[in-house]
């Protein structure tokens, strides 16, 4: 039997996992699906926006590949320490890494880490319960709030922001984040890019969304649209710019509506410094000007926005796992369609996946074409790998290496204990935002 651990629970592993169990070359595989958290599904869990319910619904399609029974899910195992990448592949024939991208791109100017400003990425953990974040972590006093970057997770945490809790009330989102998002009081939230309206990376659909926020308006300056080459004639451009300077152009000549919050698109502006002593109070921006090669320079105007509350959303970025390379310039692990590559030769055994393979992009659907180019490398490579005798069962291994893992009943009865939570707060599933609540969740004391 071909023995094979995927690591992380995410798209792209549970794409992998699919793969790999249901090939035909190797009839006979068993892959154990791990994860650092008791709960399956990565960020279709902890990334997802909680009002993208269709979204969020692809976890019925993961959780029935992670059913497949030559397919088992190991929570609450962490491959690290003792179970470094060489332990774990003395107990199974191959691991594959699909452990994504687990942290922010940084800004690098100054004020970055004054009160009040953060990564979009631990605001969307917040509000998606992830339990390594406090749930208490932000109260939003803020009235003027600035997110740095335009593309889909700006759009999700200004949509967000801009809904308030009463319209989150129906989705998962956990009880403390909905509290802070119905007390909070901001009214102004300026989502910010350093390029052009046709070369913002949001997608048109995401964009469209926040034209129909009932509580909110967007407002776009056409003058910053004007300044885009692209405005006066987008047929040149490829579709998915097109359509988005299309819809821009419809909010920008809009009147404005007067509801109690804004979203302002703006453009052309770069992050020089965030202003404030202790706590953020604006963010400094230099005006920018296309160079005809999609960039753009800076023209020395600065111009200053108001903000309480800094989300910078810039890209996520990957952390290298140590006893595994990693190309720090790029964020993944060197590979050459999947198979990881130590010295610049492959390493027999060892695999990667998803954003940690090709980096931070693409929709969730882009994994599974990165994913099955993994596996038809690894089943390539079979004849090999199964040369090579194991224990029989790796469970035993990881146990004895001082993993506690979470199986799939100890998930099922986190999913048990979130609907009950949801019940008595009449409201749907609601998420358990700590590690104390998921584990005691999985392990109840009998
Ligand atoms: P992203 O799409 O790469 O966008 C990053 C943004 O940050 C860009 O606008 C980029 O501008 C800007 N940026 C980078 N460095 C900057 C700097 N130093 N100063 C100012 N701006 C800077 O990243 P993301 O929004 O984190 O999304 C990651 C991936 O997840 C994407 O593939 C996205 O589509 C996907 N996602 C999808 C959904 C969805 O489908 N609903 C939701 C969330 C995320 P430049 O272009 O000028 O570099």
Redesign the pocket.
């Known amino acids: 039997m071909l023995r094979i651990a995927v690591v992380g629970s995410g798209p792209s592993g549970v794409y992998t996992a699919e793969a790999l169990a249901r090939q035909d070359a190797v009839p006979d595989v068993a892959v154990d699906v791990v994860d650092r958290l008791p709960c399956p599904y990565g960020l279709v869990r902890y ?3 909680p009002d ?1 319910e269709k ?1 969020k619904s692809l976890q019925g399609n993961l959780r029935r590949v992670l059913e497949d029974p030559r397919i088992r899910f190991l929570g609450n195992v962490t491959v690290g320490g003792a179970l470094d990448p060489q332990a774990l592949l003395s107990l199974y024939h191959a691991v594959v890494y699909c452990v994504g991208a687990a942290t922010d ?1 940084r ?2 100017i100054p004020g970055e880490d004054l009160a009040g400003s953060h990564s ?2 631990r605001f969307v953990s917040w509000y998606s319960a992830h339990p390594d974040e406090d749930p208490d972590e932000f109260v939003l006093r803020a009235r003027s709030a600035v997110v ?9 945490v200004a949509r967000i922001l801009a809904r308030g809790g009463e319209e989150l009330r129906r989705t998962d989102v956990p009880d403390a984040a909905l509290h802070a998002l119905q007390d909070s009081r901001v009214t102004d939230v300026h989502v910010v ?3 052009g309206p046709s ?5 048109t659909k ?1 964009l469209r969304e926040l034209g129909g926020l009932p509580g909110a308006e967007v407002v776009v300056r056409s003058d910053e649209l004007a300044l885009d080459p692209a405005y006066a004639d987008p047929s040149g451009l490829p579709p998915a710019a097109r359509r988005n300077v299309e819809v821009l152009r419809g909010w920008a000549e809009r009147p404005a509506a007067g509801r109690a919050r804004r979203i302002h698109l703006r453009f052309f502006l ?2 020089v410094e965030l202003l404030g002593d202790d706590a953020v109070t604006g963010v400094r921006f230099e005006r920018t000007a296309p160079d005809g090669q999609g960039r753009v320079a800076g023209t020395g105007l600065l111009e200053e926005i108001d903000a309480q509350l800094v989300l910078r ?4 970025r990957g952390v290298p796992l140590a006893g595994l390379p990693f190309d720090a310039s790029a964020g993944i692990v060197p590979n050459n369609e999947g198979r990881v590559l130590r010295d610049g030769q492959p390493s027999p055994g060892e695999y990667v996946a998803g954003w940690i393979k090709r980096g ?5 659907g882009t994994n599974r074409p990165c994913a099955k180019q993994t596996a038809a490398a690894l089943v390539a490579d079979a004849p090999l790998l199964l040369a090579r005798a194991l224990p029989v069962d790796p469970l035993e291994g990881l146990r004895a290496l001082g993993a506690e893992p979470v199986e799939w009943s100890g998930w099922e009865a986190i999913e048990a204990a979130e609907a009950e939570l949801g019940r008595s707060l009449d409201r749907p599933t609601v998420k358990i935002p700590d590690w104390a609540g998921l584990l005691t969740a999985a392990r109840p004391i009998l």
Request: hydrophobic content about 40%.
């Open positions: 990334g997802v926006a993208h979204i791109r800004l690098g979009a990425t740095i970057g335009v593309g889909n997770v700006a759009v999700d890019g350093r390029r070369q913002a990376k949001f997608t995401e770069r992050p959303s810039v890209g996520y931070p992009t693409g929709v969730i």
